[in-house]
């Protein structure tokens, strides 16, 4: 039986995610003893247009991109959004907070018009195209996607947390930031990270994105109790996929 062909693209992004794959090592050899991987430029040269898996890293930023990205899905069976760039726009959403043409003059200058440079507002993947799975982080976490993956050649379905930061955060112990004036965004953000930031006294800032159901009353008594409002919490939701729309609200 031949084995499942995964392929691994990148668009507008800092291969942050990718890098977490390579270094993998040991357990990336593991996955190529079950996967054939037929395109990855970031680790070898080879090219195929036939694949089952497509692993998409970053956001959409140029109407060429969401061309190449229908091409990908229309030729794989699954497709994955790799990291928060693919799965919320991430960063790259800040973009969408100005004038197109303000960003690109402020970044190329006079260069700003070359035809080469056609920018269009950041889109995440499944703003494009429809996506199978998530894997979620800025960056992904090795394992995490190790798990994924696996799950994904044994034909199972993979546990994405669908609860947030703060379940990881009280299990762990640790004090609660918002004792200390700190607007942390873990109790509308998808766990998984094992409330990374938290853990080492650093506010949530969202970068797996908002969890998709939450318990929208214990969320609201959260930011009641410090006698905040969900604005506030939105307004603290800038550095990853700028203008989403939590549910909570
Ligand atoms: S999600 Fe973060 S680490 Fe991954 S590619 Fe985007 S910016 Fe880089
Ligand atoms: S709000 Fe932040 S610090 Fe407080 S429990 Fe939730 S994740 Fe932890
Ligand atoms: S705590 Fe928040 S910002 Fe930090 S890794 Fe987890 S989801 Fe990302």
Not at 58 to 74: F, H, K, M, Q, Y
Not at 180 to 192: H, M, S, T
Request: aromatic letters at 8%.
């Amino acid at each position: 039986m031949s084995k499942p062909r995964i392929a691994i693209f990148d668009f507008a992004c800092c291969e942050g995610c990718q890098l977490q794959i390579v270094n993998l090592e040991e357990e990336i050899l593991d996955l190529l003893g079950v996967a054939d991987v037929v395109e990855w430029r970031e680790a070898m040269s080879e090219q195929s247009h036939q694949y089952d898996i497509a692993i998409i890293e970053g956001s959409i930023t140029r109407p060429a991109d969401e061309a190449r990205l229908r091409v990908i899905r229309n030729r794989a069976e699954v497709l994955v959004a790799l990291g928060a760039c693919a799965t919320i726009g991430g960063i790259n959403k800040l973009k969408n907070n100005f004038e197109l043409e303000e960003v690109k003059e402020y970044v190329y200058g006079k260069a700003a018009g070359m035809p080469h440079l056609e920018t269009a507002a950041t889109k995440a993947v499944d703003e494009v195209v429809e996506v199978d799975y998530k894997i979620h982080g800025c960056p992904i976490d090795g394992k995490e996607f190790s798990y994924i993956v696996r799950c994904l050649l044994m034909g199972k379905k993979p546990e994405i947390p669908e609860y947030p930061v703060c379940v990881e955060c009280k299990a762990k112990g640790n004090p609660c930031l918002w004792e200390y004036g700190q607007i942390c965004l873990g109790p509308v953000i998808r766990a998984g990270c094992g409330a990374r930031c938290p853990s080492s006294s650093f506010r949530c800032f969202g970068c797996r994105g908002y969890v998709d159901d939450p318990n929208v009353d214990a969320a609201k008594d959260v930011i009641q109790k410090y006698d905040l409002t969900i604005a506030d919490l939105k307004s603290k939701m800038v550095l990853f996929g700028s203008k989403q729309e939590p549910t909570v609200v």
